[in-house]
């Protein structure tokens, strides 16, 4: 099991960027493959990014593509996401979650067992 906190959500023009923090606990946060979803106001939760337990391999949703760069530290027990170019559309609860160990790398939020609090991004001018 894997506990996790987000943290740099903020409010921020268009155009601008913005970087997110995701600090893990647990041993098993080297062997998890991590990821990045969202919750738009009044939308279901959406994938955004997701690495592998080496940081090795990404994905990224077709929307966020080219803009934001998801990456980690396993000595610092730590997940990032940089967002560059936000848009209004990126408006969200922005989450971290973990896979179970040894899990290969998805994209569904169902493969996911483990998740923070979220941490609020609104790109408005």
């Known amino acids: 099991q894997v506990q996790l906190a987000e943290s740099g959500g903020e409010l921020v023009q268009p155009g601008g960027s913005l970087s997110l923090s995701c600090a893990a606990s647990?041993?098993?946060?080297?062997?998890?493959?991590m990821g990045w979803f969202r919750q738009p106001p009044g939308e279901e939760r959406e994938f955004v990014a997701a690495i592998s337990p080496l940081g090795r391999t990404t994905y990224y949703s077709d929307s966020v593509k080219g803009r934001f760069t998801i990456s980690r530290d396993n000595a610092k027990n730590a997940l990032y996401l940089q967002m560059n170019s936000l848009k209004p559309d990126d408006t969200a609860v922005y989450y971290c979650?973990?896979?179970?160990?040894?899990?290969?790398?998805?994209?569904?939020?169902?493969?996911?067992?483990?998740w923070g609090q979220g941490t609020q991004v609104t790109v408005s001018s």
């Open positions: 979650a973990a896979q179970p160990s040894g899990i290969p790398i998805a994209t569904s939020p169902r493969r996911y067992n483990d």
């Open positions: 647990g041993r098993t946060f080297r062997n998890s493959a």
